[in-house]
């Protein structure tokens, strides 16, 4: 190889890093001033604002937490979070075999129509649903923000599991019909245990959605106690404004359940969400 | 296929059938009948019928109007998003060392909450915020400014934000296209003594073209039903209105000034514009579904 071909090949390796490290850093940005922030006091932060901490302290990260709300906060999400996805998946999986393995005349409109609802602005539903709730005593309930985490979820869920029940190899489920097994059973020793890390796929992209909700929460739970996470940030935000320190900590602690999952499963987070934006 | 068979599918379906129901279409009807009249909240201030006054309303209202032109704004954000996933994507699929680790970093804005990420960057744009400490430090002094607290300045800040959390996104889906295009096309393009815009320009981008334009109707679609969260938490419609978008004007008209009728016109007039752009999806997905599907 010529001197001037490597050397060209040399600087291009050196901008495309370059280029790539730049876009990293912009990514991590607010994650940084998170993370650095939580580590200073508030005196500290007052004179470096953004620099990494010179005397790290744990301090900081403990008083966010004192007060015990952002505990509740994250218990309710994780309530809410954990009923809706487990309901969703459920129902999902369900109705999705039918659609992807039955002869079933009104199986694809049916998919179509769910396709449809999955771009409905969450708004638009909210003020007859509000009315609903208000009209039955249902306001200030999980077992209402559940339901309708679980409608608003369950057209994307059914999609992306029909979709993927229909890659199961169709000469699976003749060889159990062969053997007198019913639908039942064929979904449940059949499908289900094929179905594993699509379910892990479904379960991951509904979690982190419900987990960011803001607001529906923000309509439907309006009581102190009964508050999620996003929202409670949102109020921690406002009274804790001048001291930066406590509310990045804070911020912080929101940020860790999820980013966790996305560094177990980072697998299942990016199938997941390619799916749903490719096809839905 | 005896009766019970026929039947069959529909009892599997059912409870999502019910939820879907309920969630969907049973607010969807209400809102019809809401966006011709005035709601009333007791016995004394009946429910009256209004016709198509709140749609007069609204499409004199210069608020309801800025809301639409914000949310037409947002759709600058996609043209950005594109170009910038395409450059990326190719970057990362030149296979440099340690490529997946700045895929998996450059995927993490799509992972934080909105929430969460409103709030610092609320403070990173603030007038004594950090972003305008970095300018100051680079001798940029002139071009520091109150970031979210101008009125020109707020929305174009917000779509800032919002093209650096849903660039993962875009980059991804573009990665996963590239992977399964042949190598062979790269290949034989860089035989011919293509540069890597050249390849970029007669290869990435045409073998792109089904994602990219699923990935634009998929973005518009997010401008217009998505995007509440970002305004909630970073100026609430302020300064002045002049971030006000569709969803948060009905937010305001329903939780605030208590007038449904005009909201559920509003979300009526949403849902058209939302009901375009799935049209458009539909016809996209129909002309590129034999080379979409991977």
Same mark, same amino acid.
């Given at each position: 190889m010529p001197p001037t071909r490597r050397l060209g090949a040399w600087s291009a390796s050196v901008v495309r890093h370059a280029a790539l490290l730049a876009f990293a850093a912009i990514a991590l940005l607010p994650l940084y001033f998170m993370l650095t922030?939580?580590?200073?006091?508030?005196?500290?932060?007052?004179?470096?604002?953004?620099?990494?901490?010179?005397?790290?302290?744990?301090?900081?990260?403990?008083?966010?937490?004192?007060?015990?709300?952002?505990?509740?906060?994250?218990?309710?999400?994780?309530?809410?979070?954990?009923?809706?996805?487990?309901?969703?998946?459920?129902?999902?999986?369900?109705?999705?075999?039918?659609?992807?393995?039955?002869?079933?005349?009104?199986?694809p409109y049916i998919?179509?129509?769910?396709?449809?609802?999955?771009?409905?602005?969450?708004?638009?539903?909210?003020?007859?649903?509000?009315?609903?709730?208000?009209?039955?005593?249902? /306001?200030?309930?999980?077992?209402?923000?559940?339901? +309708?985490?679980?409608? !608003?979820? $369950? @057209?994307? *869920?059914?999609?992306? =599991?029909t979709n993927f029940f229909?890659?199961?190899?169709?000469?699976?489920?003749?060889?159990? /019909?062969?053997?007198?097994?019913?639908?039942?059973? +064929?979904?449940?020793? !059949?499908? $289900? @245990?094929? *179905?594993?890390?699509? =379910?892990?796929?479904?379960?991951t992209v509904q979690a982190l959605w419900v987990w960011n909700e803001l607001l529906i929460a923000v309509v439907f739970l309006q009581k102190d106690s009964l508050r999620t996470l996003m929202i409670g940030l949102t109020v921690f935000n406002s009274r804790y404004r001048i001291d930066v320190p406590v509310v990045m900590a804070g911020m912080l602690w929101a940020t860790l359940p999820m980013l966790l999952l996305y560094l177990v499963g980072q697998r299942y987070f990016i199938r997941g969400l390619t799916a749903g934006g490719v096809k839905g | 296929m005896n009766r019970a068979e026929r039947w069959l599918p529909w009892i599997y379906s059912l409870p999502m059938v019910g939820f879907v129901g309920l969630v969907f279409a049973y607010p969807m009807l209400?809102?019809?009948?809401?966006s011709v009249e005035?709601?009333?909240?007791?016995?004394?201030?009946?429910?009256?019928?209004?016709?198509?006054?709140n749609f007069r309303f609204i499409f004199g209202d210069s608020l309801f109007l800025g809301a639409i032109g914000n949310n037409l704004k947002l759709f600058l954000?996609?043209?950005?998003?594109?170009?910038?996933?395409?450059?990326?994507?190719?970057?990362?699929?030149?296979?440099?060392?340690?490529?997946?680790?700045?895929?998996?970093?450059?995927?993490?804005?799509?992972?934080?909450?909105?929430?969460?990420?409103?709030?610092?960057?609320?403070?990173?744009?603030?007038?004594?915020?950090?972003?305008?400490?970095?300018?100051?430090?680079?001798?940029?002094?002139?071009?520091?400014?109150?970031?979210?607290?101008?009125?020109?300045?707020?929305?174009?800040?917000?779509?800032?934000?919002?093209?650096?959390?849903?660039?993962?996104?875009?980059?991804?889906?573009c990665l996963a296209r590239l992977s399964s295009v042949g190598e062979q096309y790269f290949e034989a393009a860089r035989v011919d003594g293509a540069n890597w815009f050249?390849?970029?320009?007669?290869?990435?981008?045409?073998?792109?073209?089904?994602?990219?334009?699923?990935?634009?109707?998929?973005?518009?679609i997010n401008m217009l039903s998505w995007v509440f969260s970002y305004i909630y938490v970073m100026t609430r419609g302020g300064p002045q209105n002049s971030t006000v978008v569709a969803e948060f004007y009905?937010?305001?008209?329903?939780?605030?000034n208590n007038q449904i009728g005009v909201g559920a016109a509003a979300s009526l007039v949403l849902l058209a514009l939302v009901g375009v752009l799935l049209a458009a999806r539909q016809r996209l997905e129909a002309r590129f579904d034999h080379y979409a599907a991977d």
């Open positions: 922030s939580a580590l200073k006091t508030n005196d500290e932060f007052l004179g470096n604002t953004f620099g990494l901490p010179e005397h790290p302290v744990a301090s900081t990260l403990l008083n966010s937490v004192a007060g015990g709300e952002l505990y509740v906060w994250i218990l309710n999400s994780l309530i809410v979070t954990v009923f809706s996805v487990m309901l969703s998946t459920v129902l999902a999986a369900l109705a999705a075999y039918p659609i992807a393995m039955m002869k079933w005349r009104s199986g998919l179509g129509g769910l396709i449809a609802l999955m771009v409905i602005p969450p708004i638009v539903l909210v003020i007859p649903l509000f009315q609903i709730a208000a009209a039955t005593g249902q /306001l200030n309930t999980y077992q209402a923000v559940v339901a +309708i985490y679980t409608g !608003v979820l $369950l @057209p994307f *869920s059914t999609f992306l =599991l229909r890659t199961i190899p169709y000469a699976l489920v003749e060889a159990a /019909l062969m053997d007198g097994a019913g639908s039942w059973r +064929i979904f449940r020793s !059949v499908v $289900l @245990p094929l *179905s594993g890390p699509a =379910l892990a796929t479904v379960v | 209400s809102l019809l009948k809401f005035h709601v009333g909240r007791s016995a004394y201030l009946p429910t009256r019928f209004v016709g198509l006054g954000c996609v043209p950005v998003l594109l170009v910038l996933s395409v450059l990326l994507a190719q970057l990362l699929h030149d296979r440099p060392r340690g490529w997946k680790v700045y895929r998996a970093l450059l995927f993490v804005p799509y992972i934080l909450s909105i929430p969460v990420v409103g709030v610092v960057f609320g403070y990173l744009f603030q007038y004594q915020g950090q972003i305008n400490g970095g300018l100051r430090a680079l001798g940029l002094d002139a071009l520091a400014a109150d970031w979210l607290g101008d009125p020109a300045l707020a929305m174009p800040t917000i779509m800032a934000v919002i093209v650096w959390k849903e660039l993962g996104f875009g980059i991804i889906l050249q390849v970029l320009r007669h290869v990435t981008v045409p073998q792109l073209a089904p994602t990219l334009a699923f990935y634009a109707v998929v973005e518009m009905i937010y305001q008209q329903v939780f605030q």
